[in-house]
């Protein structure tokens, strides 16, 4: 192996005999005009950001969702964006009003706060109850909370940072009925999902009733 190596550096550095140069990607002869005309064309664009999604990107979704969390889920459900928290923001724009009230869940990551104030609407707080070693959702205060008609979104983070909780069934199911039952839109930000400790398990909210997937927006990155 290591003598494999030297030849092939010698062969760079050295033109050594007859040897090719296969290295990483540090080529010692011009590129084709071809090459240099596509790459003169793509960099007189201007725009460079990751505007071209495969079937591939898809297919890693669905597998991965379906795989890990037992949810199968289409393609056209899946919408990209730039970031999670720019989904927040995204989603806040489109489905409330300015002077609309969203409700978090605080300590709850500080973005959440600044997407709804940026986007003119007010902060309702629905504060996690810290409890021996861990923290609980007080789910009188949110449903009472929920019932306010000024209340149109409700931004829940699952698996909870920094809290660390992975939220049951039974919490989900609760928060699940209640937007339905108040007309409250979910965004559920799981972008945590995969770090979750042995003994627990992380849910997908949208995957465990119909009703709640058709209410609810669910924000993942890799
Ligand atoms: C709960 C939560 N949501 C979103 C993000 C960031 O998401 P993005 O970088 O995709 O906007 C973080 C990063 O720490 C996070 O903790």
Request: a negative charge; glycine letters at 6%.
């Amino acid at each position: 192996m290591i003598t494999f190596v030297l030849l092939i550096e010698r062969g760079t550095f050295f033109g050594v005999g007859d040897l090719l140069p296969f290295w990483v990607a540090d080529m010692d002869f011009r590129v084709a005009e071809p090459i240099i005309e596509a790459l003169r064309e793509r960099v007189d664009h201007g725009i460079y950001g990751y505007t071209i999604r495969q079937d591939s990107y898809y297919y890693a979704i669905i597998g991965w969702t379906k795989n890990r969390l037992g949810w199968e889920i289409e393609k056209e459900w899946i919408e990209y964006t730039p970031g999670v928290v720019p989904a927040i923001n995204y989603a806040i724009q489109a489905l409330c009003e300015p002077g609309d009230k969203i409700v978090i869940q605080q300590p709850v990551y500080y973005p959440f706060k600044n997407s709804i104030l940026n986007n003119g609407c007010h902060v309702v707080n629905n504060p996690l109850v810290e409890n021996g070693d861990h923290y609980d959702i007080d789910l009188a205060d949110l449903e009472e909370k929920l019932k306010d008609p000024k209340v149109t979104m409700f931004i829940l983070c699952s698996p909870h940072n920094p809290v660390s909780r992975v939220w049951t069934e039974e919490e989900l199911r609760r928060i699940g009925e209640l937007c339905l039952e108040n007309n409250v839109v979910l965004i559920s930000d799981e972008i945590h999902n995969d770090l979750v400790y042995s003994g627990n398990k992380h849910i997908m909210i949208a995957s465990s009733d119909e009703r709640f997937a058709m209410n609810t927006i669910t924000c993942t990155a890799p």
